[in-house]
């Protein structure tokens, strides 16, 4: 039975980042991802003057309650967007001038729904270029706090950048949510914000965040369960078994509800105290799915749906178009580079299979999701090759190294 050890989280370690930065005391994550999206975030809390020390397995964060220790700083946030995102909001909390900057494929991500409400709430931030989208300099006087209104329909991410900047305000925050997608990423931030010692009540569409600060603490990082989606579709593709330990029933990760998708197409699945076991069945049905909020597993899905019996409609998924690149655009590309009829719509994209698909290049849009899913395409079908198979390096710089051994077990 292949047991793969899945790096720690993504969106955990960044959250956990900004936590220990903001918390009174010592922090040490245990099992962080080292990628190129959180060394890019930790790179940029050594630039805002945050002590970062980083061993292979733990990484030791001194909290700065009261902001960055630098007055000034140019901080690049390559191609994060976590890091983006959740670290000038970070710096608003302090008082000093901050520039920050980032990849290309980052600039055109978009982050105005963010930075108005930063600015409602007396923020004084820039754009320097393109409203809405990096570079942007945040001159800070710390934050108030109060009443805020916000539309998290694109990107849960500027809810949670706002709710973890809640308790360094001086008054709290009230964060009124006229529009949420990927609520399970919403209860990641949290359950992480709960061990730092902070409690967030809800009331109805309503966020309510007590002042007061954080606790420091010592946090183990959990596997990433979207990462782990491409190594459990290799078991449902390939009539094989897999499983990943350190998740399972109590995991924060809401895309291990990927397994329930795999469940419905006839895998058979075991979740466990402390891991889940996905075995493929030789079968794969057809389905229609509202992947809204386990979204980021949408091209694991696409990937293998031309194994299916019959159609595969994923639906609500029009925050996809918007991620690293426009996946939805991108699976279906690919899919029809494979020989597959997919067809498209706003929020929505419908896989038809047919005959074998045939091997090509994919292009990868520099997306590692899109790159990881149709790795798992390859078990079955063989020819195929990417544009750009580096770019996994933003969540799993030995994706490819992993993958081919559990492709030598199944």
């Known amino acids: 039975m292949p047991v793969v050890d899945i ?43 945050y002590r970062v020390g980083r061993t292979p397995d733990s990484w030791q964060v001194d909290g700065r309650p009261q902001g960055p220790a ?11 967007a976590t890091t983006a995102r959740f670290l000038p909001t970070l710096a608003a909390a302090g008082h ?64 949670t950048a706002l709710l973890l900047l809640g308790p360094l305000t001086e008054q709290g925050l009230r964060i009124h949510v006229t529009d949420l997608v990927s609520v399970p990423y919403v209860e990641i931030t949290l359950a992480m914000m709960r061990a730092f010692g902070v409690e967030v009540s809800r009331e109805g569409n309503d966020f309510v965040v ?11 990082i959990e596997p990433d369960a979207s990462t782990a989606s491409y190594f459990f579709a290799a078991a449902a593709v390939s009539g094989g078994e897999v499983t990943v330990p350190g998740l399972g029933e109590g995991a924060l990760q809401g895309d291990l509800g990927f397994v329930e998708v795999l469940r419905r197409m006839g895998a058979e699945v075991e979740i466990g105290a402390d891991r889940t076991t996905v075995r493929g069945t030789g079968e794969l049905r057809g389905l229609t799915v509202n992947m809204r909020d386990i979204s980021d597993t ?79 395409t390859g078990l079955r079908v063989p020819g195929i090759s990417f544009d750009d198979p580096g770019c996994v390096r933003k969540t799993f710089p030995g994706f490819h190294e992993e993958f081919g051994a559990l492709r030598a077990r199944l």
């Open 298 to 376: 949408m091209p694991t899905l696409a990937a293998i749906a031309p194994f299916a019996s019959g159609p595969v409609r994923i639906e609500d998924v029009a925050n996809t178009r918007v991620k690293e690149c426009d996946r939805l655009e991108a699976c279906a590309e690919n899919l029809r580079r494979l020989g597959v009829r997919v067809e498209t719509g706003p929020d929505w994209i419908e896989i038809h299979p047919g005959a074998m698909p045939k091997g090509t290049e994919i292009k990868s849009y520099g997306d590692h999701r899109i790159v990881m899913s149709f790795a798992v």
């Open 70 to 80: 630098a007055a000034e700083a140019d901080v690049y946030c390559r191609d994060g």
């Open 210 to 220: 007590p002042p007061g600060g954080y606790r420091a603490t010592t946090y183990p």
């Open 7 to 49: 790096p720690g989280s993504k969106s955990i370690t960044a959250r956990a980042l900004f936590l220990a930065a903001a918390a009174d005391g010592v922090t040490t994550l245990v099992r962080p991802l080292r990628s190129d999206d959180t060394e890019g975030f930790a790179e940029g809390l050594l630039s805002l003057g």
């Open 96 to 159: 000093g001038t901050y520039r920050f900057d980032a990849s290309e494929q980052m600039r055109r991500r978009p982050l105005l729904p963010l930075t108005r409400a930063l600015r409602e709430l007396g923020v004084d931030l820039r754009h320097e270029e393109k409203e809405g989208h990096h570079p942007l300099t945040v001159t800070a006087k710390g934050v108030v706090g109060g009443e805020v209104t916000l539309d998290a329909g694109q990107s849960s991410q500027y809810l």
